[in-house]
């Protein structure tokens, strides 16, 4: 199983922007499709955004689409989460998570999640 390791939260003004990266161990990234969830307090874990292997598809949630923008560079092992536009409602530990299988598209076999990082977006 590959492990993941999130980055690049923090506190920022509603309206700006900030990108969360995710590390993977190991040689077989590429096999996997990515997510990034959030759980935001007292409310359950969310879908946030997922790419395909090659990165050449991705999927949104609703709430985020035209604002976040998933991206992976698998040289790197490494997945990214660009988030503009941010709002209040974007509070939240945000998670990474990979699917090793593949079954399905959008991704839903996610077996793997990093430890999570916090963004909290201020009036």
């Known amino acids: 199983q590959v492990q993941l390791v999130e980055s690049g939260g923090g506190l920022v003004q509603a309206g700006g922007s900030l990108r969360l990266s995710c590390a993977g161990s190991?040689?077989?990234?590429?096999?996997?499709?990515m997510g990034w969830f959030r759980q935001a307090p007292g409310k359950e874990r969310e879908f946030v955004a997922a790419?395909?292997?090659?990165?050449?598809?991705?999927y949104y949630a609703d709430s985020v689409k035209g604002r976040f923008t998933i991206s992976r560079d698998n040289a790197k092992n490494t997945v990214y989460l660009q988030m503009n536009s941010l709002k209040l409602e974007d509070t939240a530990v945000y998670y990474c998570?990979?699917?090793?299988?593949?079954?399905?598209?959008?991704?839903?076999?996610?077996?793997?999640w990093g430890q999570g990082t916090q963004v909290t977006v201020s009036s």
């Open positions: 790419i395909n292997r090659s990165g050449s598809s991705t």
């Open positions: 190991g040689r077989t990234f590429n096999n996997y499709y």
């Open positions: 998570a990979a699917d090793r299988i593949g079954r399905v598209w959008p991704p839903v076999d996610f077996g793997s």
